[in-house]
């Protein structure tokens, strides 16, 4: 399963879980380009997949 995120017409796709406790990233709240999990607020980036902001430290 992934998570979409439309960023101005443009798609992208990573996947929905969240490497920090499991949280289902397509749940969380898109603001830019950065997607926040729902259950402890990890950040990851939809372009890339990188986490922006811990708690989790792996990238998708």
Same mark, same amino acid.
């Given at each position: 399963?992934?998570? !979409?995120?439309?960023?101005? @017409?443009?798609?992208? #796709?990573? +996947?929905? !879980?969240?490497?920090?406790? @499991?949280?289902?990233? #397509?749940? +969380?709240?898109?603001?830019?380009?950065?997607?926040?999990?729902?259950?402890?607020?990890?950040?990851?980036?939809?372009?890339?997949?990188?986490?922006?902001?811990?708690?989790?430290?792996?990238?998708?």
């Amino acid at each position: 399963m992934c998570c !979409v995120a439309n960023v101005d @017409g443009e798609y992208y #796709a990573i +996947g929905n !879980v969240c490497t920090h406790e @499991g949280g289902p990233l #397509a749940e +969380g709240v898109l603001e830019g380009y950065e997607v926040e999990c729902p259950w402890h607020q990890s950040k990851f980036d939809v372009r890339t997949g990188e986490v922006t902001s811990p708690p989790a430290s792996e990238y998708l």
